[in-house]
């Protein structure tokens, strides 16, 4: 798996293969990466807590989530993971495109739950927890596939299939309503194409006008709506997220600090090792010497 495509804001990854796009991806925090920065796609993904605690977080609302939690993401949600705290979490990424469930020719699977799901006609929650009577059952279909793909016997699609069927079944059954149109809906799509520029061109020279003008926004109205919309200023951000790149970028490849530091939009290498060092309390040699296995 390409984590850092994995990880950038909007998923370019192809998940499982064309004629079944249905795969569980195990990860750890922060064993495997300190966080999942914000992003989006156009799968469904079901993050499933094996151990420990961590925040998930989904269209700016924060779910923490402990062992055994089951998150739902609908397609187009922005989501995020992050430890919590000092606590690592262990985690199944199941991702699947929801064609998978939608029958071709329209049914009432289709027309009545999965069509007004993805549009947000209807909502179901995000976060599912032991405590729930329902829990076990949805624990149960994820197990199931779990095992089921592991295996890869014969027809194995069929019995995935069958425990989504039966897991979005139990979640209409039980948790389902109508969906009011979010008042901060045109906010979220703003962020959106605010996510997809810095994905493109997160590696290049970005001004504060070069990105407002992707939202038909003043300068200044863009400053002001970022702060309010993510707790930070654009710059702030901008920088965090190409350093997750660059300490990706130290652990997975062999090329220098200068030119990791140049592919990630650091045209300052003094200034580059001074925010890392300040952001993971060691310069970039250092983090990649001692987060690096020793080859033998």
């Known amino acids: 798996m390409n984590r850092l495509e994995y990880e950038n804001y909007k998923e370019k990854t192809k998940h499982g293969d064309a004629l079944f796009p249905y795969i569980t991806y195990p990860c750890s925090i922060p064993l495997d990466f300190p966080s999942v920065p914000l992003h989006w796609h156009e799968e469904m993904e079901i993050i ?35 430890q919590y705290q000092d606590i690592s979490m262990e985690y199944e990424n199941i991702i699947f495109h929801p064609n998978i469930l939608l ?16 549009a947000g006609t209807i909502s179901v929650p995000i976060l599912y927890t032991q405590d729930l ?3 076990g059952l949805l624990a149960s279909c994820l197990d199931k596939n779990d095992e089921a793909s592991e295996k890869r016997k014969r027809g194995y699609q069929l019995l995935i299939k069958s425990q989504l069927f039966f897991f979005f079944s139990v979640l209409d059954e039980l948790f389902c309503c109508d969906t009011p149109r979010r ?14 520029y810095i994905e493109n ?39 965090d997220y190409r350093l997750t790149m660059t300490q990706r970028l ?16 650091f045209e300052n290498l003094s200034y580059f090792n001074r925010i890392f060092k300040k952001r993971f309390g060691q310069t970039p040699s250092e983090y990649r010497k001692k987060s690096k296995p020793a080859s033998f």
Request: with cysteine; net charge negative; charged share 25%.
């Open 48 to 82: 499933y807590v094996k151990k420990g605690k961590g925040v998930i977080h989904v269209d700016f609302r924060e779910y923490p989530a402990d062992t055994g939690a089951i998150a739902l993401i609908i397609p187009g949600q922005l989501h995020s993971i992050e």
């Open 103 to 118: 029958s071709k020719q329209t049914d009432a699977c289709s027309s009545d739950f999965f069509l007004p799901l993805l």
């Open 133 to 135: 009577p329902a829990y």
């Open 183 to 196: 008042s901060d809906q045109n906010s979220l799509e703003k962020m959106k194409l605010i996510l997809k």
């Open 201 to 239: 061109h997160y590696m290049d020279k970005i001004t504060i006008s070069d990105i407002a003008k992707e939202i038909n926004l003043s300068d200044s109205h863009f400053m002001k709506y970022f702060k309010k919309t993510m707790g930070t200023t654009f710059i702030t951000y901008l920088n």
């Open 250 to 265: 130290l652990l997975s490849s062999d090329d220098s600090i200068l030119e990791i530091a140049a592919e990630t939009g």
